[in-house]
């Protein structure tokens, strides 16, 4: 069974401190990888897709990166907008179906 | 705004009863997800139509069932509604019949609870 597992649960930074998140996967090949970000009572806002092992993609504070069982999300001098939930979900080989970890909730103090 | 609109925001029902929830995808997507999200459950897809019709099934229950109409808007039906229901129900879309490989753009989902 495909299976998602995101750490940590909760994060919180200061204002500029850098981190990252992680995304380990279980699953029967992979065919995509996704970040989302969701805030409160919203629906989830796609932020990137990873394809293969050695992938990266950034955008403005946030950088996504791929191996072959986990995924890590850098959230360099973050700002308290960056506040949210990140979800990571994957695509198996032969599913069609998203299968999402359950988030990291990242909260910046300013 | 991703584009994809859904109605309605808040819906309080009983159990028991049976509720609708409407979706209206992005311009030019053809499919449509459904997915239901709860704190113990965390995101869980339900269902996926492409052009009106079913193509993926996830753990959806009996008691709710969805379908596409030919103007691609698609329509969730939960029925004999249970305490456990109360979720937020969101509908996502995308261009073609990929399934997940093509990006899923999320509404803003619809808050159902049941008393």
């Known amino acids: 069974e495909d299976q998602v597992t995101q750490s940590p649960e909760a994060l919180r930074l200061q204002e500029g401190e850098s981190s990252s998140l992680n995304c380990s996967y279980t699953?029967?090949?992979?065919?995509?990888l996704f970040w989302y970000r969701q805030d409160p009572g919203k629906g989830p806002e796609f932020l990137f897709t990873?394809?293969?092992a050695g992938e990266e993609k950034e955008k403005e504070r946030l950088k996504a990166t791929l191996t072959k069982k986990e995924s890590f999300l850098h959230i360099t001098a973050p700002k308290p907008e960056d506040s949210a939930t990140y979800l990571c979900?994957?695509?198996?080989?032969?599913?069609?179906?998203?299968?999402f970890g359950a988030g990291t909730i990242l909260r910046v103090k300013s | 705004d991703s584009g994809v609109t859904q109605t309605p925001k808040h819906l309080i029902t009983a159990t028991g009863q049976r509720v609708t929830l409407r979706c209206s995808p992005r311009?030019?997507?053809?499919?449509v997800y459904w997915y239901q999200q709860s704190l113990d459950q965390g995101l869980q897809f339900l269902i996926q139509?492409?052009?009106?019709?079913?193509?993926a099934k996830g753990n959806i229950l009996e008691r709710f069932s969805a379908q596409q109409f030919p103007d691609l808007h698609s329509e969730l039906n939960l029925s004999s509604l249970e305490l456990g229901d109360s979720a937020l129900y969101f509908c996502?879309?995308?261009?073609?019949?990929?399934?997940?490989?093509?990006?899923?753009?999320f509404g803003p989902g619809t808050r159902l609870t049941v008393l």
């Open positions: 996502a879309s995308s261009v073609t019949q990929r399934g997940g490989l093509d990006t899923q753009y």
């Open positions: 979900a994957v695509l198996a080989e032969y599913g069609n179906k998203l299968v």
């Open positions: 311009s030019g997507d053809l499919s």
């Open positions: 139509y492409y052009n009106g019709e079913e193509r």
């Open positions: 990873l394809y293969s």
């Open positions: 699953v029967s090949g992979l065919r995509g």
